[in-house]
């Protein structure tokens, strides 16, 4: 019997603190930053800024005592954090203090992935990095430089790519995470549900989570709603094959066979039409294509879903008359990382359309219509025209694949084969692409045939391991960034400021971006020389004050409407209908079905189990692996493995085994967690562990990597994402 997770243990949204061990001494390094850092010396000294821990951006408050970092905690001003940081946010300060850290810039001395290196000066690290920027772009076209870039340090960098004239830039975000949801949902109501989610969990009266483990996956203002819907008593219906932390805070929990999700939507949307449980004036109103969608998802009842799904055609039948009786107060929620089988489009579309007949869209407890600072853009020159079309996707193959964030697969896949055309080199910007991308060995097989690769990181994860040069950004702590005007329930903006100095000769993302432009002839791209002037700019430029701003760390905005409730119009211009549209125009004008379709997925081969993978509370991607506060309480990962197969294969709970794939890759060791949490079809894994970088000297083969694992993945038609989770493993004893 496993211990019950109060929710009390499950949140610890508290300031950890950090008893400074192996504290490097602060090195001769002139603080560029205009913001003083000077007397600071003594006593306790508070700095306003927001975290990075991951991409939902909290504002924070740094303390820093005699000149040392101290301890972070929530900014009360911050609509995000609202005063309170995640586990991952408050233990950012081990980051700082990671004696593994990136210290200088370095230049490989032997072959690719030998962990070989020369110490050496900026000026030469970026020298040598624009004369081979240079020279490529010179050979093969500016369409030969690929940048994949994640979070929002990168801004600067993208900035100066495309003054370059770079035009294949990719982020994870979307192939490997969102893409689908943003697709789905644009495709239906024409607007995306975006970060942070727009969904008003602190309203709701009921809510579906659906492979979301909310409390797991750890976005803070999202946990802080759920905590507080638990303690008021909304009604939660959790749909996982695995007994989450969400589930056990459920009313009801579904343990759904992995694969099958469309089927129970499909299965939800005929009832709520058969029993006449939809919203009838609002369909009435603004949807498009209800009757056809009448007609087509007649044969998809309980009892068809129950085949397919495992769940009993009552509970079906009940979650969905809960979801209904509460609407427009109830929702099911989108998820966030939602790749996960490769016709994933289609079932984030069940949501919406489930969500379009509870008649919830920008209605108090359904989903809020978020709002955003207008901050002006600053004044740059116009980027020359890159007349070529990008490489990831060649005549348009995914027709809504994503514009701004791209498909980090297809650079891979273009670098390897050299079709459409042949990319050189890759600019790597806070993405550890060995870990995030699947199947790694073609991730190596692209590094091998690049002329030059560049890793900005702060950590020598395994894509610095492959670099060519390696620069060392300060982390987010130490440095200016972009501000933070992320769209929410009230206009704000965010500040990015230094709490301490760099600890060694590492260099803010906007000065590595500014010095490489000004090497590789684009100076007029800069006309600023401090970020701070390009801050101040903008902020003013708003109306606002950049000092009250660097002080508060927040400036609100004015509340606007954000439901129909408070006076806000319903209008959806963005869809070629004008109106929410149940049978998609625009997917069946590509040749896709218009209404969400559901494939069976595959079964495992005999004596293998689905591999699932998720997030663990105290750590961010692969991350984190490094912060050793937060290696402290989770060290390494365990797979999940349900008791009754436990038995049968003779397998004892903290034993330690490793997983060999369908295709026969073999992972590092892991412990076994025997469990009843799980269904017996499937395991289950943390991601972001399993490191192969001998330099992260803590994390260095702690527990598994989900992502070697991944030798299998399905490509979305719609939209190109990856889905990850069609891949089997057995045990092999150690
Ligand atoms: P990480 O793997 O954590 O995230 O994938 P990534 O964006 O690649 O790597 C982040 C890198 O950024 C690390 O090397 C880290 O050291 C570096 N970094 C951290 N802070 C800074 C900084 O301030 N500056 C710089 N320059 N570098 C920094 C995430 C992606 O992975 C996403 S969004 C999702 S949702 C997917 N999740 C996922 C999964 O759950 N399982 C598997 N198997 N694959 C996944 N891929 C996707
Ligand atoms: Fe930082 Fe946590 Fe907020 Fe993410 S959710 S930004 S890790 S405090």
């Known amino acids: 019997m496993e211990a019950k997770v109060t929710r009390r243990k499950f949140l610890q949204i508290s300031g950890a603190t950090f008893a400074g061990a192996a504290i490097v001494a602060t090195s001769n390094r002139v603080v560029e930053n205009a913001f003083s850092l000077s007397g600071r010396k003594k006593g306790i000294v508070k700095v306003p800024s927001y975290c990075s821990l991951c991409f939902w951006k909290c504002g924070l408050i740094g303390y820093v005592k005699d000149g040392k970092l101290w301890k972070l905690e929530g900014n009360p001003l911050d609509p995000l954090s609202k005063g309170r940081l995640c586990p991952r946010g408050s233990g950012g300060v081990g980051q700082h203090y990671d004696p593994d850290r990136l210290k ?25 990095s624009a004369k081979k920027l240079m020279e490529i772009k010179d ?55 975006g970060s942070p989610e727009r969904t008003d969990i602190k309203n709701s009266k009921c809510f579906a989570l659906i492979g979301s483990h909310l409390g797991e996956n750890m976005h803070n203002t999202q946990v802080q709603e759920f905590a507080e819907a638990i303690e008021r008593g909304a009604n939660i219906i959790v749909v996982d094959p695995r007994f989450s932390i969400a589930a056990s805070k459920a009313k009801y929990y579904l343990p759904i066979k992995p694969g099958t999700d469309t089927a129970l939507l499909l299965a939800w949307i005929n009832i709520l039409i058969e029993e006449e449980l939809y919203d009838k004036e609002f369909v009435n109103n603004y949807t498009h294509g209800f009757e056809q969608l009448k007609e087509y998802i007649k044969p998809f009842t309980a009892e068809w879903a129950f085949v397919e799904t ?288 559901y494939e069976r997925p595959p079964e495992p081969p005999p004596g293998y189990f689905r591999l699932l993978f998720g997030r663990v509370p105290v750590h961010t991607f692969s991350m984190t692996q490094s912060n050793r506060i937060l290696m402290d309480m989770v060290e390494e990962n365990e797979v999940w493995v349900n008791s009754d197969v436990a038995v049968s294969l003779g397998l004892s709970n903290g034993e330690y085994v490793r997983l060999k794939n369908q295709d026969g890759k073999i992972s590092n060791k892991v412990k076994v967690r025997v469990t009843q949490r799980i269904r017996p079809d499937c395991v289950y894994i943390y991601h972001g562990f399993g490191h192969t970088s001998k330099s992260l000297k803590r994390a260095y083969l702690k527990g598994a990597s989900d992502s070697e694992l991944i030798t299998h993945y399905d490509l979305d038609p719609i939209m190109g994402g990856t889905g990850m989770n069609n891949n089997f493993v057995t045990f092999v004893k150690e």
């Open 310 to 597: 495992g769940i009993e055609p009552d509970l079906i039948k009940e979650t969905i008359r809960e979801l209904a009786r509460y609407k427009p107060s109830s929702f099911v929620h989108p998820g966030r990382r939602v790749n996960w089988y490769g016709n994933d489009v289609q079932r984030i579309r069940a949501i919406a359309i489930v969500n379009a007949l509870l008649g919830n869209w920008n209605r108090r407890g359904g989903f809020f219509k978020p709002v955003k600072m207008d901050i002006p853009k600053y004044p740059y020159p116009p980027y020359p025209e890159a007349n070529y079309e990008v490489v990831y996707n060649p005549n348009s193959r995914f027709p809504f694949a994503g514009e701004e964030e791209g498909l980090t697969q297809g650079v891979r896949s273009a670098t390897i084969t050299g079709e459409p055309y042949p990319i050189k080199a890759w600019v790597v910007y806070g993405t550890n692409l060995i870990q995030t991308l699947p199947n790694p060995s073609e991730t190596l097989e692209a590094i091998k045939k690049l002329e030059f690769l560049l890793v900005i990181d702060v950590i020598p994860n395994e894509i610095a391991m492959w670099a060519d040069v390696v620069l060392p950004e300060a982390i987010y702590l130490e440095r200016f960034d972009e501000l933070n005007i992320s769209p929410f329930r009230v206009p704000f903006v965010g500040i990015r400021q230094p709490v301490v100095p760099p600890p060694h000769d590492q260099k803010d993302g906007w000065w590595i971006a500014r010095e490489l432009a000004v090497k590789l002839g684009l100076e007029q791209y800069y006309p600023w020389k401090h970020i701070e002037e390009y801050l101040k700019y903008r902020v003013e430029a708003a109306g606002l004050s950049y000092e009250q701003l660097k002080k508060d760390g927040v400036i609100l905005g004015n509340e606007q409407p954000i439901y129909v409730e408070d006076g806000l119009k319903l209008e959806f211009p963005y869809t070629p209908t004008q109106k929410i549209e149940l049978y998609s125009t625009q997917l069946a004008e590509k040749g896709f079905s218009p209404f969400p379709t």
């Open 139 to 193: 050979k093969y076209g500016p369409q030969s430089i690929a940048l994949f870039s994640h979070g929002p340090g990168g801004v600067f960098l993208k900035h100066t790519l495309k003054a370059f004239g770079v035009k294949n830039i990719t982020a994870p975000s979307f192939a490997q995470c969102r893409g689908p949801r943003e697709v789905a949902f644009e495709l239906t109501y024409g607007e995306i549900v």
């Open 104 to 128: 200088a810039p370095l230049v490989r001395i032997s072959s690719r992935g030998d962990e070989k290196w020369k110490v050496t000066t900026w000026d030469e690290a970026l020298n040598y």
